[in-house]
């Protein structure tokens, strides 16, 4: 009996263990986020997340919208 209660604390360790690596790994997530860096949109000029960026070129958009709407004025 003695190995079975061994047995079920370790497999009940190794899950906690688990548990609390994906608890951690999830909240460090968003955590980290904002110090992904801001982005300027050479369109409107607004901060966004570098991770939601269009860019062409050497310039960053905010979206697709303003990268058509730049180009668009470029040709002009
Ligand atoms: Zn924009």
Redesign the pocket.
Known sequence: MFFLRALILIVVAVLLIYWLRRWTNRTSGPGESPSQGLSC?S????N?PSSESVSEGNQI???EA?RLAARQSNEQ
């Open positions: 949109c369109y409107c000029k607004v966004f958009y905010c979206c303003h």
